[in-house]
Protein backbone atom coordinates (compact mmCIF):
# COMPACT_ATOMS: atom_id res chain seq x y z
CA UNK A 1 0.00 0.00 0.00
CA UNK A 2 1.16 3.59 -0.79
CA UNK A 3 -0.09 6.55 1.72
CA UNK A 4 -0.04 9.85 0.10
CA UNK A 5 -0.08 13.35 2.49
CA UNK A 6 -0.08 16.68 0.98
CA UNK A 7 0.15 20.08 2.70
CA UNK A 8 0.90 23.62 2.31
CA UNK A 9 -2.51 24.59 1.12
CA UNK A 10 -3.72 27.69 2.71
CA UNK A 11 -5.18 31.38 1.86
CA UNK A 12 -3.20 33.61 -0.45
CA UNK A 13 -4.00 37.03 -2.15
CA UNK A 14 -4.17 37.01 -5.60
CA UNK A 15 -0.59 36.98 -7.32
CA UNK A 16 1.41 35.20 -4.61
CA UNK A 17 2.84 32.10 -4.03
CA UNK A 18 2.07 28.52 -2.42
CA UNK A 19 4.22 25.39 -2.45
CA UNK A 20 2.30 22.41 -1.83
CA UNK A 21 4.30 19.08 -0.93
CA UNK A 22 2.87 15.36 -0.88
CA UNK A 23 4.74 12.81 0.95
CA UNK A 24 4.78 9.06 -0.03
CA UNK A 25 5.01 6.36 2.83
CA UNK A 26 4.93 3.04 2.02
CA UNK A 27 5.74 0.27 -1.01
CA UNK A 28 6.73 3.62 -2.99
CA UNK A 29 8.52 3.25 -6.32
CA UNK A 30 10.66 6.14 -8.02
CA UNK A 31 9.34 5.09 -11.39
CA UNK A 32 5.74 5.77 -10.97
CA UNK A 33 4.93 9.51 -12.44
CA UNK A 34 3.35 11.71 -9.90
CA UNK A 35 0.65 13.89 -10.91
CA UNK A 36 -1.51 17.11 -9.15
CA UNK A 37 -5.16 17.42 -9.86
CA UNK A 38 -7.44 20.29 -8.00
CA UNK A 39 -11.48 19.79 -7.69
CA UNK A 40 -13.15 23.57 -7.44
CA UNK A 41 -17.13 23.49 -5.72
CA UNK A 42 -19.25 22.06 -8.18
CA UNK A 43 -16.69 21.25 -10.74
CA UNK A 44 -14.92 17.77 -12.05
CA UNK A 45 -11.61 17.17 -10.64
CA UNK A 46 -8.67 18.16 -13.65
CA UNK A 47 -5.39 17.61 -14.07
CA UNK A 48 -2.56 20.27 -13.22
CA UNK A 49 0.76 18.85 -13.39
CA UNK A 50 2.65 15.83 -13.58
CA UNK A 51 6.29 14.57 -13.19
CA UNK A 52 7.18 11.24 -15.16
CA UNK A 53 9.15 8.57 -12.46
CA UNK A 54 12.36 9.79 -12.40
CA UNK A 55 11.50 13.31 -12.84
CA UNK A 56 13.05 13.56 -16.81
CA UNK A 57 9.53 14.46 -17.95
CA UNK A 58 6.89 16.88 -16.68
CA UNK A 59 3.53 18.41 -18.51
CA UNK A 60 1.19 21.17 -17.24
CA UNK A 61 -2.53 22.11 -17.63
CA UNK A 62 -3.15 24.90 -19.95
CA UNK A 63 -4.41 27.01 -16.99
CA UNK A 64 -0.85 26.75 -15.41
CA UNK A 65 1.61 27.03 -17.90
CA UNK A 66 4.61 29.69 -17.38
CA UNK A 67 2.98 29.74 -13.48
CA UNK A 68 3.13 26.29 -11.64
CA UNK A 69 5.96 23.93 -11.96
CA UNK A 70 6.53 20.07 -10.16
CA UNK A 71 9.67 19.58 -8.73
CA UNK A 72 10.46 16.53 -7.04
CA UNK A 73 12.57 14.37 -4.82
CA UNK A 74 13.25 10.45 -5.16
CA UNK A 75 15.55 10.41 -1.81
CA UNK A 76 12.40 11.93 -0.17
CA UNK A 77 9.75 10.51 -1.96
CA UNK A 78 8.15 13.70 -1.80
CA UNK A 79 6.74 15.86 -4.95
CA UNK A 80 5.89 19.26 -4.78
CA UNK A 81 3.68 21.94 -6.71
CA UNK A 82 5.20 25.60 -6.39
CA UNK A 83 2.37 27.73 -7.19
CA UNK A 84 3.03 31.39 -8.54
CA UNK A 85 1.10 34.04 -10.06
CA UNK A 86 -1.91 32.88 -8.08
CA UNK A 87 -5.37 34.06 -9.42
CA UNK A 88 -9.00 33.77 -7.85
CA UNK A 89 -10.02 30.99 -10.49
CA UNK A 90 -6.79 28.62 -9.16
CA UNK A 91 -9.47 28.36 -5.96
CA UNK A 92 -9.80 24.30 -5.23
CA UNK A 93 -8.44 21.30 -3.36
CA UNK A 94 -5.20 20.38 -4.58
CA UNK A 95 -5.20 16.59 -4.69
CA UNK A 96 -1.78 14.52 -5.35
CA UNK A 97 -1.85 11.08 -7.00
CA UNK A 98 0.46 8.25 -8.05
CA UNK A 99 0.03 6.77 -11.67
CA UNK A 100 -0.69 2.87 -11.57
CA UNK A 101 2.00 1.85 -13.73
CA UNK A 102 5.35 1.75 -12.76
CA UNK A 103 7.29 2.89 -16.17
CA UNK A 104 9.95 5.90 -16.24
CA UNK A 105 8.93 8.08 -18.86
CA UNK A 106 5.12 7.96 -18.15
CA UNK A 107 3.12 11.45 -17.93
CA UNK A 108 -0.91 10.36 -17.68
CA UNK A 109 -3.39 13.05 -17.95
CA UNK A 110 -6.59 11.36 -16.93
CA UNK A 111 -7.28 10.89 -13.50
CA UNK A 112 -7.96 7.07 -13.76
CA UNK A 113 -4.46 6.27 -14.96
CA UNK A 114 -4.06 7.24 -10.91
CA UNK A 115 -3.70 4.35 -8.50
CA UNK A 116 -3.23 6.40 -5.04
CA UNK A 117 -4.72 9.47 -4.18
CA UNK A 118 -4.08 11.52 -0.94
CA UNK A 119 -6.92 13.05 1.29
CA UNK A 120 -6.64 16.68 -0.83
CA UNK A 121 -5.27 20.41 0.74
CA UNK A 122 -7.36 23.58 -0.11
CA UNK A 123 -6.03 26.45 -1.67
CA UNK A 124 -8.44 29.38 -1.41
CA UNK A 125 -7.16 32.52 -3.59
CA UNK A 126 -8.46 36.07 -3.01
CA UNK A 127 -8.95 38.60 -5.49
Known amino acids: QVQLVESGGGLVQAGGSLRLSCAAS????????MGWFRQAPGKDREFVAV????????RYADSVKGRFTIPGDNAKNTVYLQMNSLKPEDTAVYYC????????????????????WGQGTQVTVSS
Open 26 to 33: GRTFSSNA
Open 97 to 116: ARDKASWSGRTPLQATEYEY
Open 51 to 58: ISGGGGNT
